[in-house]
Each structure stands twice: as C-alpha cells, then as structure tokens.
C-alpha cells in the first residue's frame, strides 16, 4: 500500500502554521478536563506513573548522548543498544520530552485547579499554568540538561503531593514530607544514571545539574508550611450560606433568600438579615479510603463606614472539626451552623487539619429584617 504523500505534505504543511500549538494546547487541556474525572481513577494514576517513568528515562537517555559528546556517529557501539537507537531517533527527543512534559502539567493544572483556593494558592497554580504554557509555545528551548532536571523535579514533586494521600488514605504533614523525600531521590537517581561512566571536565557537575531542582523543591516545601500548597487530594463541590439547612432522606435541603429577577443564577446567601441562625452548607470530594477532619473557621469583623477600620483583620468566632469519608462522587456533604450572628463582615474558612484553605465563603449581616422576604429552596 503506498503512501498518499500529497496528504502528508498537508499534515506537515499544517503541523508547521503558527496557530498549531494553540490548537494543540486548547485541545490537549480540554481532552484532559473531561477525562480526567476523579483524582482516585486508578488508570488516570498509572497513566500520570508511566508518564513521570518515561520522562525521567527519556532524560537519563538523552543527557548520555549530549555528555558523550553525540550526535557524532556511535560507530564504537552496537546497532541495537539503547544509545545507538536513541541517535538514530534523535530528531524526536524534543518532540517526545514537549509531549509527557505537557501532558503532565496539563493534568496537575486541571487536578490542583479543582482543589485551588485562590485567596492562597495562586501562586503555586500560576507556576503550574506557566510552566504549561511555556512547554507547549517554547519547548525547543527545553534542551539543557539542568533545566530538564529541575522540571522533572517539579513533575515528580506535584505527582507524590497528591497520589500518596489517594495510595496512604492519609492527609498530614508526614505523608507530604515522605512524597518530598521520594521527589529528591527519584531526582537524584536521574542525576546519577545520566552521568554514570561518563567522562566530565568538571567533577562537580552532577552536582550543578540537581542543585536547581532541589532548591525548587525546597522552595515548594516552604510553599507547604505557608499553606500556599491546594490541598489536594481534596477538592470542594459546593458550598454556600443558607438561612436554613434540613436533611430528608438522602437529600439535603438549602433555603436562602431570594435575590432579584435579574440574578437567576443565585443558590446561596451573601446578606443574611437579622441575628440568624447562618447555616454554612459545603460538599467536599475526596478519594475512595481517604478519611480526614476539615475544620468551619467562623470569623467576625464588624462593619465600620471608616476606611481605615474597614481593612481590620477578622477575629475567630468557632473552628468546628467535621471528619470526612471519601468515595462519593458528588463530595461529602456536611454543615455547622451559627445561631447568633452580629451585624457585620463574616466568613467562613473551610481548612485542612494542616489549615490549608479548601474554600473561603464571605457575606455580611445586617441588623434590619426584609417586610416579607421570599425564599428560595435547592436540593442537594
């Protein structure tokens, strides 16, 4: 059968416009939202495995032949061994590293985004997205050795963050500083395998190669204990504050009051009216074994009409634990309830037992009652 070579030369025609990578990463990021459903798939975590493997072989392998000095001809090594196979296909080594760095980054950016409060986890997420981004529009410059190394560092290191707790059932410091240890050494072990019998100038090289993927993660523990790591496996549903909250059967029922005709879209209360009760309602995803405690952190700030006092920080009122089981799909559902609230800034924190920040939920109240306010229920 031969070849339609007009057809090929469309397809590399087409590979080779300027809109193409765009189309790429629109594409690969909407493929890997709507596949990529719970955190706990067992083949979305084996895929993810056999991708961080790759990568970190992929690298092993071609940081061999730059430091042995390829692509000159391997004339001096058998047809079959792994090297000689990896010149003939050296083309591809860029491709192929653009492809698993991407896929990766494009997973954790949809896995953290889902578990991201940005009130503190921005900045991690940013590096995630950026780093995304940058593989898919300038991966031809991911050629050095130390820049692979200190990427692979922050694949493995986002990787560990969130499959040990889906693998332990455990969420905790320990378990989060184990997934940093088997970063560094999984890193460490690229280092040692790409300069294994190979001749340098400099016998501090393999060092100078790791050195910036350690300090990245090193810097990304600091992130942990500054609670700016999502707090993931976990993931919010839903949440709001309601007026009252009553479970029937299997189902829990939400009453709030009804805002204005032009805003259709509202589920929840952002003024309650009167001294309460407040009811805070949240759904919570976490994996199948996963058992966990997250706290409902209320807190106060009265209303003040001065600029200056407007920006006074919010003083605890209740930190309420609530344990939490995992596996149902649409989160675990809980609520706590307030049954005197002041007049005033309110909000309610939803937090890990570390107080990383699952949701941050805000509204006000206001000491006069609406004449005959309408009321809304939901079901969920």
């Not at 719970?38 to 940081?63: C, E, K, P, Q």
């Not at 190979?198 to 393999?206: A, Y």
């Not at 634990?321 to 909000?347: C, F, L, M």
Request: hydrophobic content about 45%; some cysteine; proline content about 6%.
């Amino acid at each position: 059968m031969s070849l339609n070579v007009p057809a090929l030369k469309t397809f590399r025609t087409f590979l080779d416009k300027p809109y193409t990578p765009i189309l790429s990463f629109c594409a690969g990021v909407t493929y890997d939202t709507l596949t990529l459903t719970r955190i706990d798939r067992l083949f979305d975590n084996l895929i993810l495995l056999l991708y961080v493997a790759l990568l970190g072989t992929l690298i092993i392998l071609t940081g061999r032949a730059k430091l042995e000095d390829w692509p000159s001809a391997p004339l001096h090594r058998s047809p079959w061994s792994p090297l000689s196979l990896l010149h003939k296909t050296k083309t591809y080594h860029i491709p192929a590293l653009h492809f698993l760095f991407g896929s990766l980054f494009s997973a954790y950016a949809i896995v953290y985004s889902r578990s991201a409060s940005l009130n503190s986890s921005a900045i991690f997420l940013g590096v995630i997205v950026i780093v995304l981004v940058a593989n898919e529009f300038y991966h031809h410059r991911f050629s050095t050795l130390t820049l692979q190394v200190t990427l692979y560092a922050l694949v493995t290191f986002s990787f560990f963050t969130f499959f040990l707790p889906v693998v332990t059932g455990y969420m905790n410091t320990l378990v989060f500083l184990l997934g940093v240890g088997l970063s560094i050494a999984v890193v460490f072990r690229v280092v040692m395998l790409t300069y294994r019998g190979v001749s340098v100038p400099n016998p501090w090289s393999p060092v100078l190669t790791g050195l910036p993927a350690i300090g990245l993660v090193a810097i990304f523990t600091g992130f942990y204990f500054l609670n700016w790591i999502p707090p993931v496996p976990l993931s919010l549903k839903f949440a709001g504050i309601y007026h009252q909250v009553e479970k029937i059967e299997d189902s829990y029922h939400l009453t709030f009051e009804e805002g204005p005709w032009y805003n259709f879209w509202k589920d929840t209360d952002d003024v309650i009216r009167g001294e309460g009760p407040a009811y805070c309602f949240i759904s919570v995803f976490a994996p199948v074994r996963l058992e966990t405690t997250n706290y409902h952190h209320w807190q106060y700030r009265p209303t003040s009409t001065i600029e200056t006092e407007k920006a006074r920080p919010f003083h605890t009122t209740d930190r309420i634990p609530i344990t939490i089981s995992g596996g149902r799909e649409a989160g675990y559902r809980s609520y706590t309830v307030k049954n005197h609230v002041n007049p005033g800034d309110w909000q309610v924190t939803i937090e890990t037992e570390d107080e990383r920040i699952i949701d941050r939920i805000e509204f006000s109240v206001k000491a006069s009652v609406a004449e005959n306010p309408e009321y809304e229920t939901i079901t969920y």
